[in-house]
């Protein structure tokens, strides 16, 4: 397990402990009745607020998706305590990892599935065409023109959707189209695109093989994510005007 997850969860679990160990007469279900004594009394309080609400966020994200906050504090305190604890302190570490990643492995299994489900089923609609690499695309708008080279530069306005229907960017949102060469982006991007004329719209759906693969990209898409695009091209800038 990486240090930077043990070390977030030691803090955020060392100020979680401390609202345990206040005096019993804070504790009370009247949040109004809380009485702070002095200055050091409210700055721990509001530091347990914004690390809790911190907390709850990054929470949702602990592989498997399922804790019990209360037995996380219990086993906290048991340990600063130094009561005795259910799971001897030299196995909770290894207990962890193990968890982790069987929860992270399980998790990726279904996503993976998932995806070759959505992609199986998304070619047999009416209206996708499916090439040899496995990327889907539909035509929304046609026209006749020149056709990029996937070492050209292109000018597109685009919107991308996870196949949950979240968007997770969007050039028209922005209001400024997006310039890039197409050797310089994802696979399912570069081929989708060399298909297209100025002034066409395609809606592509990209398996997680042409796009992020099985790391997925930050916290915006996860792993073995086909992600799925309406893309308009604006532009073409040929190669050899990019050198000149």
């Known amino acids: 397990m990486k240090k930077t997850i043990i070390l977030f969860f030691s803090i955020t679990l060392l100020i979680i402990s401390a609202e345990a160990k206040k005096p019993k007469k804070t504790e009370t279900k009247n949040q109004s009745d809380i009485i702070f004594t002095n200055n050091v009394d409210s700055m721990s309080y509001a530091l347990g607020l914004l690390v809790g609400n ?19 504090i219990k086993g906290f305190a048991t340990s600063m305590k130094g009561d005795s604890a259910i799971i001897p302190l030299d196995s909770a570490n290894n207990y962890l990892r193990n968890y982790f990643t069987a929860a992270q492995t399980k998790d990726s299994e ?44 292109v000018k597109v306005n685009y919107e991308g959707f996870l196949i949950d229907g979240t968007k997770f960017d969007s050039s028209i949102d922005r209001g400024e189209p997006i310039v890039f060469a197409l050797n310089q ?21 990209i398996p997680y093989e042409l796009a992020y693969g099985a790391q997925g990209a930050g916290n915006v898409i996860p792993p073995f994510s086909p992600l799925i695009f309406e893309v308009e091209l604006l532009e073409i800038n040929p190669a050899e005007e990019n050198n000149q």
């Open 54 to 72: 911190d907390f709850l966020k990054n929470i949702k994200t602990i592989p498997g998706g399922k804790t019990n906050v209360d037995l996380i």
């Open 110 to 153: 279904e996503r993976k599935t998932a995806a070759i489900i959505f992609m199986e089923q998304n070619k047999k609609k009416e209206g996708i065409i499916t090439t040899e690499s496995g990327l889907q695309y539909e035509i929304l708008k046609a026209t006749e023109g020149p056709k990029p080279a996937d070492t050209d530069k």
């Open 185 to 205: 982006v994802i696979p399912g991007w570069s081929e989708g695109l060399c298909l297209m004329s100025v002034g066409s719209k395609y809606k592509f759906y």
